[in-house]
C-alpha cells in the first residue's frame, strides 16, 4: 500500500541545522509532486513546500532561504534540508503526496527549536 | 498571505448535517476549483476528504461533500456520527507564488 516515513526530527540549538527525510513506497514516486507540511504544537496546518518531479519548487515565505527541499527518484526519497533554525520552526513536519491536494501523509516527525 | 477562515468550533448530534465554511479571496478559494479539505483526529495525520471542491477519494463515506460558491468553499458532512469527531481543516491553492494555504482549522463536536 501508498506509504511515507518520514525520519530525521529531533531537538536542535535556535540557529542549528537538521535534515528530515521521507521514504516512500507503493506507488511511483518519480510520478508525483511531494510536499513538506507542518503542524507547530497545538496550531493548524501550515504548508512548507512542494517539488515536481524535475526541479520546480516551491516555498512559503516563512522558510525561503533557509530550507530547500529535493528528493532522490532512485531511492524513493523526499529530504527537507532546514538550516538557521527558529523557535517558531518547532513543528511536526508531515510528507506528503501531491501539489495542492494532499494524500497520504506519513504520520509525522517532531523538530524542536527551545527559544 | 493570512490563512483561510474557518469558524472554530462547529457541533452537531449523531444523525444530524453541519457545513463547515471556508472563506478566502479571488486569489485563492475563488480564483481555482482546487480546495481540499482534511480531516484530523488527535494525534493522527490528517486525512484528505475531498479535493478539487467536491471529488471524494475512494473510502471516504458519501456522508461527506465539498461544495463553493465565490470565495467561500463548504464541507457537509450529513448523517453524523461519533466517529466524526475531529479537527477539519480547509485548504486552497494560491497561485504561483503563494501556491498552498491552509484554513486556521475548525472543532466539529458530536454531541
Known amino acids: 500500500q501508498v506509504q511515507l516515513v518520514e525520519s530525521g526530527g529531533g531537538l536542535v540549538k535556535p540557529g542549528g541545522s537538521l535534515r528530515l527525510s521521507c521514504a516512500a513506497s507503493g506507488f511511483t514516486f518519480s510520478d508525483y509532486y511531494m510536499s513538506w507540511i507542518r503542524q507547530a504544537p497545538g496550531k493548524g496546518l501550515e504548508w512548507v513546500s512542494s517539488i515536481d518531479s524535475g526541479s520546480t519548487i516551491y516555498y512559503a515565505d516563512s522558510v525561503k532561504g533557509r530550507f530547500t527541499i529535493s528528493r532522490d527518484n532512485a531511492k524513493n526519497s523526499l529530504y527537507l534540508q532546514m538550516n538557521s533554525l527558529r523557535a517558531e520552526d518547532t513543528a511536526v513536519y508531515y510528507c506528503?503526496?501531491?501539489?495542492?491536494?494532499?494524500?497520504?501523509w506519513g504520520q509525522g516527525t517532531l523538530v524542536t527549536v527551545p527559544s | 498571505q493570512s490563512a483561510l477562515t474557518q469558524p472554530r468550533s462547529v457541533s452537531g448530534s449523531p444523525g444530524q448535517s453541519v457545513t463547515i465554511s471556508c472563506t478566502g479571496t479571488s486569489s485563492d478559494v475563488g480564483g481555482y476549483n482546487y480546495v481540499s479539505w482534511y480531516q484530523q483526529h488527535p494525534g493522527k495525520a490528517p486525512k484528505v476528504m475531498i479535493y478539487?471542491?467536491?471529488k471524494r477519494p475512494s473510502g471516504v463515506p458519501d456522508r461527506f461533500s465539498g461544495s463553493k460558491s465565490g470565495n467561500t468553499a463548504s464541507l457537509t458532512i450529513s448523517g453524523l456520527q461519533a466517529e466524526d469527531e475531529a479537527e477539519y481543516y480547509c485548504?486552497?491553492?494560491?497561485?504561483?507564488?503563494?501556491?498552498?494555504?491552509f484554513g486556521g482549522g475548525t472543532k466539529l463536536t458530536v454531541l
Open positions: 506528503a503526496r501531491g501539489e495542492w491536494w494532499f494524500d497520504p
Open positions: 478539487d471542491v467536491s
Open positions: 485548504c486552497s491553492y494560491a497561485g504561483s507564488y503563494t501556491h498552498v494555504i
